[in-house]
């Protein structure tokens, strides 16, 4: 049983910053790629940012220079520091592994958490 929880949202003024954290746990042999992405009430769910598992990063046009994606690999942790955060990052953020459970590989994602950021 693989799992993957957040923590780290919550609310935080125009111009604040977050950090947010996933940690895998279970029966986890080996992890690919890992993401964040996020959810806006009437909204789709999109890419926020992602980190290769050799360490190579790219994020959404909107968050960049403001968001750093980053991960521990002996922890099986994914972090995204947020920065001059803005009103319109308001959201549902959630992370994603694509890993290797020791009979496939399969994409999981953690449960979300809010981010909510007041103007």
């Known amino acids: 049983q693989v799992q993957l929880v957040e923590s780290g949202g919550g609310l935080v003024q125009a111009g604040g910053s977050l950090r947010l954290s996933c940690a895998a746990s279970?029966?986890?042999?080996?992890?690919?790629?890992m993401g964040w992405y996020r959810q806006a009430p009437g909204k789709q769910r999109e890419l926020v940012a992602h980190?290769?598992?050799?360490?190579?990063?790219n994020c959404a046009d909107a968050v960049k220079g403001r968001f750093t994606i980053s991960r521990d690999n002996v922890k099986n942790t994914v972090y995204l520091q947020m920065n001059s955060l803005k009103p319109e990052d308001t959201a549902v953020y959630y992370c994603?592994?694509?890993?290797?459970?020791?009979?496939?590989?399969?994409?999981?994602w953690g449960q979300g958490t809010q981010v909510t950021v007041s103007s």
């Open positions: 980190i290769t598992s050799g360490g190579t990063t």
């Open positions: 994603n592994a694509d890993l290797w459970d020791g009979e496939v590989w399969y994409d999981y």
């Open positions: 279970g029966s986890i042999f080996s992890i690919n790629g």
